[in-house]
């Protein structure tokens, strides 16, 4: 028994370490995939040049993603457990009325006008005039859109049920939407803070009403 | 004078049909332009192709086009032409109330949806990552934000200095930005059509209150 568990726990201890490795060379994959979408676009965003700026050999970096599609969508997927993984943390949100409300649209906002939705944006463009692409990223675009009015819906504290706060919701993140990509050829933020104030207002009428 | 005349009228009548020729195959590659990007993409969308598509020798297209950016910028100037062209066209609007609201809404949404959308939305991703190409579209893309805001404040019959009606039509121009966005991936008319209506009401409480 004494030989095989020394064995067991070196094992383990070469083992951990090489799964923390191909973990984080997969995180820096994804995080490179990210960036380089949003600043260099979809055609520069190969899976040899993004290893490249991540600082991965494409050895290593063909082992975890042999093809473009397999690394674009598990960097969807990761943009989805990222934003998740914001439902489940505290908000910073006045208690209620309308400076809750305006908050929420605010953080609305934020979630469409970061590195991530440019991101997005460029596998989008891409798979407006791709079917496969369209396909295969489809399900996790609806995924996606599903979080992000759930997450609204819970920041404002409105009941899942109420029909007008749920289609409140829906234009407020279809207004987000247009609202990012008016930001993505110049800084557009202080016309946006104009716009955002004034849906607020409507917004906070039409639920307080 | 006789022999002249003879010679200057057959120049014209010559001269005339030619530049009618040059002037349809101008169209001709513009329309195909558009079609192209919303179709196949802003890789696909080369002189060559668009010629190819258009039936044009490709002479003829580099003769009129000589770069592609030369074609994106005559696309771009175009499609202002046409939307501010339907500036002039009488609306078919109800003449006041919340029914002129949701049309002007519907209208506004339109432009958003439309084949010259997804056109746009391709040169505007490619130009996210390409500074040159954003240099050279972000004027063309002010006017034409512009034109639509006052074709939605006209359509409106509202005061050009009404500062709640010109922030409020804003914020529909960014929402049927984000509803235009929504809907390059699959038909999202259905959801869409709700979006307008909730939002219609939110406009026509604002104005009227």
Redo the contacts between chains.
């Keep these: 028994m004494g030989q095989r568990s020394v064995t067991s726990a070196q094992a383990r201890t070469h083992r951990v370490p090489q799964q923390d490795r191909s973990r984080n060379t997969r995180r820096a994959l994804l995080a490179a995939t990210v960036s380089m979408l ?7 965003t190969t899976v040899a040049a993004v290893a490249a700026r991540a600082g991965v050999s494409r050895g290593a970096a063909q082992h975890h993603f042999p093809t473009r599609e397999a690394l674009i969508t598990a960097t969807l997927e990761q943009l989805f457990t990222d934003l998740t993984d914001r439902v489940n943390d505290s908000f910073d949100v006045p208690a209620q009325g309308a400076a809750r409300v305006h908050r929420v649209v605010e953080y609305a906002v934020e979630i469409y006008t970061g590195t991530e939705f ?1 991101a997005a ?2 596998v ?7 079917p496969a692409l ?1 396909e295969l ?2 399900p996790l ?1 609806l995924r996606l ?1 599903r979080a992000a009015h759930q997450m609204t819906m819970a920041a404002l504290g409105a009941d899942p049920d109420d029909e007008n706060a749920f ?2 919701v ?2 407020t ?10 930001d ?3 800084d557009d933020s202080a ?1 946006r803070a ?2 955002v104030e ?2 607020s ?3 906070a ?2 639920l307080f009403q």
């Design positions: 949003a600043e260099e676009g979809w055609a520069a440019k944006l460029q989008w463009a891409a798979a407006a005039s791709d369209r990223i489809r675009e859109a289609r409140l829906q234009a993140l279809d207004l987000a939407r247009g609202l990012g990509l008016a993505t050829l110049s016309r104009v716009v004034t849906w207002q409507q917004m009428a039409a």
